[in-house]
């Protein structure tokens, strides 16, 4: 081992004894590019370090390795062995001293998974560096978006589903954590972007809800994206839209309500998503043979953009949608004209349609094989049963939970220095506008 990489082991083992983490942490980064350079024998480096003990300087070796993956070529399963013995020996008092350090970590470990079709073998690390670093079950981080990422990647969503049915009431932003680290943070910009990770955390989550058929949960992650304050148009916020608008078919047969303050929708989403405005336009007239042609016509866009399956989700909503009409207009029908009067293709599509409503609970109905006719009920819950009484007492529970959680959130944002002094700017100002005024001529010119 060469004697800066001796030099290193030294000062991460004195400081580390002493108790000096915060010191260490602010001294660290300087070290980087030296292992970096000597990625070849840092393998050396870390047999000299305890987990536990020697959080920081292991930190930075791991990240030294993951910023050397693309030269170095490292063997994949040892670098993701070395991952998730790190996450699952260290001792988070130490990371929070380098929070940033932390979270490029968890960056490059994503890409790095992804780039190698092992995505699979990275959700449950990042899971737990997620419970690791964050300070609230409800608390967002930079690293939430790393393991939709790996989720969506290795169509696997039972991890990540906790974490997004999660409401999320916190963000930890990396430039208050890191606000003594003026060093690190000058060096690790793109752990830095805050507003990157909060975009791709919604779309992310909202392209897995989608996924897994959670349409109103989806919308609403969407919306989330499209609706983030900002003076510019993220692509990310552009291609939340797009599937905004499709969910938005699916869930509601229109657009969604959107806040008439995203100025950056109308300015700038709109003219760049034509396409998907059609097909609201279209969908609008209820008519499916239309919608077919539409989505035909913009075939290779949707593709394009990878929406052509919620495309095909969009046209199946239309069906159903027309079904549910018929029943608020007939009490039976025959197989035959649902298909006719829906633009189906037959009468056994327009059975499955009608089988599939049945199972899900979207219509009430029966058909009698026999003769082909279908008999369209109502509603059979009279809503005095024992388990529907605990589902409202569970939806008043959650309601009340998230009423109190709002008070509080409320008496903080008052409470914050800030805000008061913004405040009471505000009010002097709204003072001085009501003072008299001294006119010099004619009061009505």
């Known amino acids: 081992m060469g004697s800066a990489l001796e030099n290193y082991v030294n000062q991460v083992r004195t400081l580390s004894a002493s108790g000096s983490f915060r010191e260490l942490a602010e001294e660290l980064p300087e070290s980087l590019s030296l292992l970096a350079r000597n990625w070849s024998i840092l393998d050396n480096v870390l047999e000299t370090l305890d987990m536990q003990q020697h959080s920081l300087g292991v930190l930075y070796v791991l990240l030294a390795k993951l910023h050397s993956a693309s030269t170095a070529n490292p063997e994949p399963v040892q670098l993701i062995q070395l991952m998730r013995d790190f ?32 995505s699979i073998l990275g959700i449950r690390i990042l899971s737990r560096a997620i419970d690791q670093i964050r300070q609230l079950d409800t608390q967002l981080t930079p690293i939430h978006a790393d393991l939709c990422l790996l989720s969506l990647k290795a169509k696997n969503f039972s991890v990540v589903l906790p974490y997004l049915d999660a409401d999320i009431t916190d963000i930890s932003t990396v430039a208050a954590e890191c606000k003594t680290q003026q060093q690190q943070q000058s060096q690790h910009t793109d752990a830095n972007n805050d507003a990157k990770y909060f975009l791709l955390y919604y779309y992310y989550g909202g392209m897995i809800y989608t996924a897994v058929k959670n349409y109103e949960r989806a919308l609403y992650f969407f919306e989330v994206c499209v609706t983030t304050p900002a003076m510019a148009m993220s692509h990310i916020m552009l291609e939340a839209y797009k599937k905004f608008l499709m969910v938005s078919l699916i869930v509601e047969g229109k657009i969604a309500y959107i ?130 009484f605990l589902n409202v007492q569970n939806n008043i529970t959650h309601v009340l939970d998230q009423v109190r959680q709002i008070n509080k959130m409320e008496e903080e944002i008052i409470l914050n220095p800030m805000y008061v002094k913004k405040a009471l700017g505000s009010q002097d100002d709204d003072l001085t506008s009501q003072h008299p005024k001294t006119f010099s001529g004619d009061p009505t010119d």
């Open 87 to 118: 996450v699952q020996r260290n001792t988070v008092e130490q990371l929070r001293f380098a929070v940033c350090a932390f979270y490029e970590t968890c960056h490059l470990f994503t890409e790095f998974v992804v780039q190698k079709n092992l």
């Open 259 to 388: 806040p008439k303050n995203s100025q950056v929708i109308g300015r700038f989403m709109k003219p760049m998503a034509n396409h998907y405005h059609d097909l609201v336009n279209v969908y609008a007239n209820s008519s499916s043979e239309e919608l077919r042609i539409i989505i035909l016509k913009y075939s290779e866009a949707f593709t394009r953009d990878n929406n052509m399956g919620l495309a095909k989700q969009v046209a199946t909503s239309l069906y159903k949608r027309n079904i549910q009409r018929l029943t608020k207009t007939f009490l039976t029908l025959s197989l035959s004209d649902v298909a006719s009067r829906v633009q189906l293709s037959s009468a056994v599509e327009a059975e499955r349609y009608i089988l599939n409503m049945i199972k899900s609970g979207e219509i009430y109905a029966s058909i009698n094989q026999k003769d082909g006719m279908v008999l369209f009920k109502d509603d059979p819950e009279k809503y005095n049963s024992p388990d529907m």
